[in-house]
């Protein structure tokens, strides 16, 4: 009895310390350089050999380069994430830069894994974020100027835009090397295979042809 006892008091351990090594915040090793080629699957990358790492696996250029803005959207994302800088692979951080065009938006997505500390470096941008459903679905909304920072809390749908006569500028940053991005008009209305029409009628309450026009808008391009 006392044995079975320590068993699954063992098993219990073992599961937590699964569970632990799991987490991005608390890395069992100084470094683990992300192999993105490696073929084995684990919850996040595996380890390049420690003996192999230099000091590139450290480092990452082009925050500098204007991104393209020159598409519907007037905006361009240049994430740098564990996919594009493998040194991250287990800090539990990442950053980035969006240029806008004027009237540039970035569209309504969120990021499941991590919130999002953001700062605009040139021009002025209106941001803003909406709570979930028990809080009214409340827009939380501000227009930046350089030098300000905004918050997008972990989960929560979000946007920007540049309203500003010129180009604007931020840079942003989040507590996961691979926050994750849902972008929401792409994700419902033109996902592959398409939402049954059914689904959609019934939850924004349009007719057939309204969801139809929305999806047309999103053949071939994500
Ligand atoms: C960005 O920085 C890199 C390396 O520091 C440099 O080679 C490149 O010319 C810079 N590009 C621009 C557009 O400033
Ligand atoms: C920017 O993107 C557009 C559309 O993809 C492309 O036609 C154009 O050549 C790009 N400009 C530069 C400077 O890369
Ligand atoms: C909605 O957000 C509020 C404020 O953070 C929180 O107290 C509440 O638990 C959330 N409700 C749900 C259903 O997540
Ligand atoms: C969403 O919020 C509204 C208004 O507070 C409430 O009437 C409704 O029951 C909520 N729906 C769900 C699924 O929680």
Do not use: W
């Amino acid at each position: 009895m006392a044995s079975r006892v320590l068993l699954l008091g063992l098993l219990a351990i073992t599961c937590f310390i699964t569970l632990a090594s799991a987490q991005s915040l608390t890395p069992l090793q100084d470094f683990c350089v992300a192999d993105l080629n490696s073929p084995v699957t684990v919850n996040g990358f595996i380890c390049k050999d420690p003996k192999l790492v230099d000091a590139n696996d450290f480092f990452f250029s082009g925050l500098n380069i204007t991104g393209n803005t020159s598409n519907p959207f007037g905006s361009a994302i240049t994430p740098v994430t564990v996919l594009q800088f493998p040194g991250l692979n287990t800090l539990g951080v990442a950053m980035g830069r969006f240029d806008y065009a004027p009237g540039g938006v970035i569209r309504p997505h969120t990021h499941p894994r991590a919130t999002e500390i953001y700062t605009v470096i040139e021009g002025t941008t209106e941001v803003g974020f909406i709570t979930n459903n028990s809080t009214n679905n409340h827009l939380f909304k501000k227009v930046l100027q350089k030098g300000d920072v905004f918050v997008f809390p972990q989960g929560l749908v979000h946007f920007h835009r540049n309203v500003g006569q010129g180009p604007a500028v931020s840079l942003f940053s989040f507590n996961s090397q691979n926050p994750g991005l849902i972008i929401i008009p792409p994700n419902l209305f033109g996902s592959e295979p398409l939402i049954p029409t059914e689904v959609l009628t019934k939850s924004f309450q349009v007719s057939k042809s309204v969801v139809a026009e929305i999806e047309s808008q999103f053949k071939g391009m994500a």
